[in-house]
């Protein structure tokens, strides 16, 4: 038998919830497995979507069965990473999705206005950045530390400067986000620091 997940398993951990809830997480299913089906993969060799799943998961596995901070966490890095125009979250999800997922977003694209293509991408400051994460509700918070805590579970191929940076920036930024929000994520963000810093 195969272990592995995949969309069957994933919307088993769901069940239960009301049709229009996983119709909405489908669609943010999809939308997210499509647009990084184009990304390098993961530096463990994993094809990118693996990420945004596995924080869903930690998310669901936490007990979260609201349908927008499932939706925010499938599709956390679609802004940041890939070329998907913003009309189309937007569009296609509720107001306060693309609100949350912008200040998840470090990086935000800029299109050109006439033929909608990407000419660029702005990068927050960190302090900004982080300061928003921070003063944000509590499903931004959520999101951020369990994107964070997968990350630092998958740093096994960085080069050692990368790393270093990584934990740095978590200690000064994400553990406050994770004080202040949940102390399960606190404790498994230190424990993940810890692991990789031995």
């Known amino acids: 038998m195969d272990d592995r997940m995949n969309r069957a398993k994933f919307f088993g951990l769901l069940s239960g919830l009301p049709s229009s809830a996983l119709t909405q997480i489908q669609e943010a299913y999809w939308l997210a497995k499509n647009a990084h089906r184009w990304q390098k993969p993961r530096d463990n060799g994993d094809r ?58 470090k990086y935000v694209a800029v299109f ?37 805590r997968d990350n630092l579970l998958d740093m096994q191929g960085w080069e050692p400067e990368r790393r270093a940076r990584y934990i740095a920036e978590t200690q000064q930024y994400v553990l406050p986000i994770a004080e202040k929000t949940d102390p399960w994520f606190l404790r498994e963000i230190t424990a993940a620091i810890a692991a990789a810093t031995q």
């Open 112 to 148: 050109n206005p006439i033929t909608g293509q990407i000419h660029d991408r702005m990068k927050k400051p960190s302090d900004a950045y982080f300061a928003a994460i921070t003063a944000a509700e509590e499903p931004v918070r959520l999101v951020k530390l369990a994107d964070r």
């Open 48 to 105: 990118y979507f693996e990420h945004p799943r596995r924080v869903a998961i930690t998310l669901i596995e936490r007990g979260v069965r609201d349908k927008d901070i499932i939706t925010l966490a499938l599709l956390h890095d679609v802004l940041e990473d890939t070329n998907t125009p913003h009309t189309i979250i937007a569009n296609s999800f509720p107001n306060i999705i693309w609100e949350w997922l912008y200040i998840l977003s």
